[in-house]
């Protein structure tokens, strides 16, 4: 997947040249790709001539010429469906405004219920607050909004709110990009490992073997960095890959099926069977997998929808990623390496400060919550 920029402006007007030239910088200092202008105040026709100065070969007006939209010839743009222009200017928390009269929160809770039946999520933005204003009233009414789909297929949106030059409204970039980053790999218990008939005996087994040590909570740490070793041993060559194992059972059951179909052969038909229930168990681990990931706790246990659990995590992984951070001097860090030298110094400076210390340790007053004969074990 390739990284492109995405600019949306709803700067009432277009036939100025401050707008035009207010466009033209965004879109060579920011490489964007696809414009979408909102109001543009003037004639259809007169589009052709805009996206030439701006330096775009195709476009396209909506309906009741409420929309430009400028892309160039190495990009292809369908329009899927076009009908009048229907625009909500509503914020969706009482955060996103300030000055002015009471919200109305009646419309605000009519957006956030439309956004939800329509599966839409906000995105979220970068720097200021506020994407337009008058003179009493500052509001967050620009915004961009995603599915299901969308997600699925771009790894990373990030919106940022330019300043308001030349209209009332800010300028919305919108950043598609590629996570590139990649972290050590950690152990991480898997939920459905659980479910596995070996799993019980192998953590017993691990668990009873002897640990030298005289001190309860060393024995307890060695033997849960043996159980780790021991389970991520056992995940590689034992349980394997769960998306594998699927794909490799219904080809099973597919072929077991049609020799049961040619049959009709009572062993053939228990060999069937019995690769279907395996096929089953691995589509609950696929589950229990992507459940986990999302961090779901609420969905109820037998109601399988490994595409909603896997949307989940994209649209986790996307609030998680950290693509700004500002310096004690209020400037911006973009770059993804200065990023991480930037987490790793200060982090390294937070972990090198002075802390207290204890010369002679006494936890007496910390509750024991494991029996000392299962630490000595």
């Given amino acids: 997947m390739m990284s492109f920029n995405i600019s949306f402006w709803n700067a009432r007007g277009i036939g100025n040249n401050a707008t035009m030239g207010r466009l033209k910088e965004i879109i060579d200092s920011h490489k964007i790709k696809f414009l979408v202008f909102a109001e543009p105040k003037v004639r259809a026709l007169r589009i052709q001539n805009a996206g030439r100065r701006l330096g775009f070969d195709s476009c396209s007006a909506s309906y009741a010429n409420s ?24 914020i969706i928390h009482n955060k996103e405004r300030i000055g002015g009269n009471s919200p109305n929160f009646y419309a605000m809770n009519e957006f956030n219920n439309a956004m ?35 997600v699925s297929k771009f790894d990373i949106t990030a919106v940022s709110h330019l300043d308001r030059i030349c209209s009332d409204h800010a300028l919305l970039l919108i950043e598609i990009k590629q996570n590139n980053l990649t972290a050590k790999r950690r152990f991480r218990f898997r939920n459905m490992w659980a479910n596995h008939r070996d799993f019980m005996q192998l953590v017993q087994d691990s668990w009873n073997e002897p640990v030298t040590s005289s001190c309860p909570l060393l024995i307890l740490h060695l033997k849960l960095i043996r159980l780790r070793k021991n389970l991520s041993t056992w995940n590689r060559n034992h349980f394997g890959n769960v ?22 052969d009572g062993e053939d038909k228990i060999a069937w069977n019995v690769a279907k229930a395996e096929l089953q168990f691995w589509y609950n681990c696929e589950e229990t997998f992507w459940k986990q990931k999302a961090a779901i706790r609420w969905w109820k246990e037998g109601d399988s929808n490994t595409k909603f659990f896997y949307n989940a995590v994209k649209k986790k992984r996307q609030k998680l990623h950290i693509d700004h951070l500002v310096r004690d001097d209020n400037t911006w860090i973009e770059d993804p390496d200065n990023l991480e ?14 802390s207290c210390s204890f010369d002679e340790a006494d936890f007496h007053f910390i509750p024991s919550i494991v029996l000392e004969d299962v630490t000595s074990r």
Wanted: proline share 1%.
């Fill in 67 to 90: 929309f430009w939209i400028f892309w160039n010839h190495d990009w292809t743009c369908d329009i899927l469906l076009e009908n009048k222009q229907v625009v909500f200017l509503k």
């Fill in 116 to 150: 939800l039946e329509a599966g839409l999520n906000d995105v979220g933005y970068h720097g200021k607050p506020y994407t337009w204003s008058n003179s009493s009233l500052s509001e967050r009414i620009d915004r961009v909004l995603i599915n299901n789909i969308w």
């Fill in 243 to 264: 998306f594998d194992n699927i794909k490799k059972l219904k080809e099973t059951v597919k072929q077991l099926e049609d020799k049961f179909d040619n049959t009709h």
């Fill in 341 to 354: 030298k930037s987490g790793i110094e200060f982090f390294g400076k937070l972990l090198s400060s002075e």
